[in-house]
């Protein structure tokens, strides 16, 4: 399965090699990949605050 990145722009699914969005042609050189889950930042693992909960 081939990874994809959002165009910031109109929200086209773009290979994530690409350099320009396929549909409006808006540059994916600064668009950040979702980090996965790891067992280091899942929520399961979210401490809660003594104070505010």
């Known amino acids: 399965m ?3 990145i ?7 699914a773009n290979n994530a090699d690409e ?3 396929a549909n409006c ?5 600064d668009v950040v990949q979702p980090t996965p ?6 929520t399961s693992q979210a401490k809660t ?3 505010c909960g």
């Open 2 to 4: 081939n990874k994809q």
């Open 6 to 12: 959002f165009c910031p722009n109109c929200g086209h």
């Open 19 to 21: 350099k320009f969005c």
């Open 25 to 29: 042609g808006q540059s994916l050189a």
């Open 37 to 42: 889950p790891t067992e280091n930042n899942t």
């Open 49 to 51: 605050c003594p104070n």
